[in-house]
């Protein structure tokens, strides 16, 4: 009897606790929730060792409920992932954090959360988040996706007050492209040394948000 | 003298195709080459018109002419695609020269062929191909032709009016003509002098009717009521078509002949044979 | 008096309908490939993105003229000098058949001015067949696939966007001229050797097959690595490396030009020194 009573304590403590979300993530969702929709011209550059393009120009149009479109007339390769800047992904489905403590992040004195999905339905099982309290932001944002891998999003603001970045640095993980050397490709100056590496390799793409737009 | 040959030898490997040949003609004289195939006619020509270069020896051509000399090498060579004013215009335009309307209707006229005529040289006959081909040789005026064995495929109406025009051009265009065969009955009344070629060497040279007649060693008789000629047989008589062959020397025939008349035969030609190997003994 | 030489070789080029089925030829082959490029061109895009696909989403059509101008690119340096080596050794093996080489130089033109025309016409009539090429090319591709960015494999993906690509294709055409200019020339060389077509033919195809060849091996020598002809003919492929090595292709450009001009000198003096025997 007294065990049933402290193994019914125990899940009422951290049931009450779980429920609870953190405070300062709850103000920052609160923030990103308030905006409606916004437009920014959006200028993309791809650092993976294995690709050189061009920086590649663009626009986003967000609505809430309707995601971010994003349109250009060249070609482009997006992330499926890190462009969630209002983090709907996140929130979409109910969680639990767990405080991680402090740390600094880009200079920035962070608190560190994790966010877990309790939902099946969620795409990710597990987030952390970064978060500058003082401005009420995100600064680093680190999920594992359930089909997607894990990525890695950076996020710079161009002033003290506005919620959405200026500045997103998603950071991945892919393999590099193993084709035959015959194919479409001039054969004899291949750096074969570079070809032989294996595994993965560390992707970044830089997007750069401007004449953003906000309606709340 | 215009064209002088001189002491030209030609070998291939061990092989001489032409040993120490000296010819030489004059201003619009028609010199004949006689000699069987593979005596070296086309070979000698070929250097005379510079395709070939000689071992030794040396050619001259007293000339003026832009071109002195032009030929054609055995069958003429033409553009078959090409018709017969294009044809001159190509070999024209790449010696310089341009030819106008005027100009090619007279060329066509000289060689006896139609200056209309618009399809292209190769539905022409050989004949008519070789009067083109002699003349894109005329272009330019050369002091000199030779032509290589040009009655070679021609049909006798072919060879005939061809002889007619080679003489035409030489006696009126006081053109020299160095024409070869291996026919002698083509060059005998055609030439002024006669060069006999065998294996390489000059064996003869002089008038042609003086080197034809010199290999004369039989007659053909031709007519009516011959007698018992089994009296003749020391000329060795043999029956033809109308007539009868005898081996009987230049001197002798008028002898014969008187008596075959004397006797009641009406001779109606008496055309005498060359014997080729008289004609291609070498005697020096 | 070259002049009429050369107008005269003009001539005789284009009234040969010989002249028109080669070029009919090179623009059947030229649609033949152009459409295996577009069935192609779907795989390619997969195959090169592949690794991508989990990471990355893609906007816009890869699938555009500029591949398919580049597949093209890539696929006509064999089939090309190929028809181009039959049809200019055929320009002096068909007058030595025809014996027309005689009757030229029974006339007063020299061996050198004819043979040099031969040459220079041989190599006009190459870069009028290469421009052609590239123009229908181009304008068949644009009009029918549209533009847009062109990806290119080589020791990495390259994405360059439409009007790059347009100037970098356009620029490894005008490079690739000078290769096909380079065979055109080779094969007009056989043909001062060898006379006769057929043989001419054989030899020209062995000797594209061997280029292509040695083209793959890697020599023990860096000079020979570096310079020898056969190193030298694909350099219009620098114009799609991210970092074009400019000087790498003026240095190649213009080694390989004087391969042509040794070519063409050694085939004239050859022709001049022989005699034209039957």
Known sequence: MKYSFLIISWFTFFNSYGQQIDQDLANVRGRLDSIESFTADIVMDVDISFINMPTKHGKVSYQRGKGSKISSKDFIMLPKRGLDLTMEDIFKYPFITVQRGLENTEGVLCKVLNIIPTSEKADFSIATIHLDQNTSRIIKLQVSTKKEGVYTSLLSYSNAKTILPSLIEVLFEVSNIKIPLQFLGKETEVDKEAMKEDGAKTGRILLRLEQMVIVP | MIFNASKISKSYGTLAALSEVDLICQQGEICGLIGANGAGKSTLFRIILGLIKQDSGSVEIQSSSPKPIGGIIEKPALYEYLNARENIKVFSEIQGIKVSAKTFNELMQEVGLSPDRKDAVKNYSLGMKQRLGLAVALLNNPDCLVLDEPFSGLDPMGIYSFHNLIKKLSRENKITVLISSHIVGELADLCDTLYVLSKGRIIKSGFSGEIYNSSVSSYKLVGENFPDMRELAAMHPIKIQGGYLVQISRKEITGLLETLINRGTRITACVPQSDLKVLFEDKT | ?278
């Open chain 3, 1 to 278: 008096m070259m002049k009429g030489v050369i107008r005269v070789e003009l001539f005789k080029i284009l009234r040969q309908s010989k002249t028109l089925y080669a070029l009919v030829a090179i623009f059947i082959i030229e649609g033949f490939v152009l459409v295996s490029a577009y069935y192609q061109g779907t795989e390619i895009i997969d195959l090169l993105l592949a690794n991508l696909k989990d990471t990355f989403e893609f906007k816009g059509d890869l699938l555009n003229g500029n591949l398919i101008i580049y597949m093209i690119l890539n696929s006509l340096w064999f089939h090309i000098p190929l028809i181009l080596m039959i049809i200019v050794s055929g320009f002096l093996t068909s007058e030595y058949k025809d014996r027309t080489i005689e009757a030229v130089l029974l006339q007063p033109v020299s061996k050198t001015k004819f043979i040099g025309s031969k040459y220079l016409v041989s190599s006009l009539f190459t870069l009028l067949v290469v421009f052609l090429l590239a123009i229908s090319t181009f304008g068949i591709s644009y009009l029918v696939f549209g533009k847009g960015d062109l990806v290119v494999y080589l020791n990495g993906l390259n994405f360059y966007p439409t009007e790059e690509a347009f100037w970098r294709l356009a620029s490894a055409f005008a490079v690739g001229t000078l290769s096909m200019l380079f065979f055109s020339l080779v094969s007009l060389t056989f043909a001062v050797l060898f006379k006769d077509a057929t043989k001419t033919w054989i030899v020209s195809a062995i000797f594209l097959v061997c280029t292509n060849l040695l083209l793959k091996i890697d020599f023990d020598n860096s000079i020979l690595n570096r310079f020898f002809y056969s190193k030298l003919i694909d350099s219009w492929q620098y114009y799609f490396y991210y970092e074009i090595p400019y000087e790498k292709i003026y240095i190649n450009m213009s080694v390989l030009f004087l391969y042509c001009v040794f070519v063409s000198i050694a085939g004239i003096i050859v022709f001049k020194k022989r005699d034209l025997l039957p």
